[in-house]
């Protein structure tokens, strides 16, 4: 779709268009919903997370400014609308949830070229799987802070948590899908082996 269609539909839902609305929906859900996937709990939880995505969509349409462009800015809605459903959801996590203010325990850097999961020849669906399987508070800081790119300060203040909670959570994360890519690894050369 180019940025002149976008324009249009973007237009047409400010004026209540439903064939705009769903024409819309129809394109980026698919793309947005991978990206709930990583923020909930299951599919069902994400595709919660979706709809309630793009009501927000829908609703705050009319406030796009055109800085910058509207797949950021659509992405930016339904990333929020992931944290807002953590904490309304943060009673149920909270069992899964380990927060702890402890100084990070090996003092690793953030930016340890071990932990830099992205030069890894995995495919991406094993991947993902690995990363939806940590627990929430991990699954929740790895994504802002690898997949949206912000700092552990900003992450603090989305989640109402400390910086070196969010710091532990990285690393607790790191060393989950360590353990989990080595395990995988391990099991393929098992696999690979021949008597």
């Avoid at 047409?12 to 923020?39: D, H, Q, T």
Wanted: glycine share 6%; hydrophobic share 35%.
């Amino acid at each position: 779709m180019t940025e002149k269609e976008k324009e249009i539909l973007i237009r047409g839902c400010i004026k209540g268009k439903k064939r705009a609305f769903s024409e819309l929906y129809n394109f980026y859900a698919p793309k947005m919903l991978g990206v709930c996937m990583r923020y909930g709990k299951s599919r069902e939880d994400a595709e919660d997370i979706l709809q309630e995505g793009f009501i927000r969509v829908f609703k705050n349409i009319g406030t796009y400014g055109h800085k910058g462009s509207f797949d950021g800015w659509i992405r930016r809605v339904m990333v929020n609308t992931a944290i807002n459903h953590y904490h309304k959801h943060k009673r149920y996590y909270e069992n899964e949830l380990e927060i702890s203010d402890n100084r990070l325990e090996s003092g690793e850097s953030d930016n340890s070229a071990e932990d830099d999961f992205r030069e890894l020849n995995i495919p991406k669906e094993e991947l993902m799987k690995m990363i939806n399987e940590l627990p929430e508070g991990y699954k929740m800081v790895f994504n802002l802070y690898v997949f949206e790119g912000m700092t552990h300060i900003e992450i603090a203040k989305l989640l109402g948590i400390s910086r070196n909670t969010s710091k532990t959570q990285l690393m607790k994360a790191r060393k989950k899908l360590k353990s989990a890519i080595e395990k995988m690894m391990n099991v393929k050369k098992i696999a690979n082996y021949e008597i």
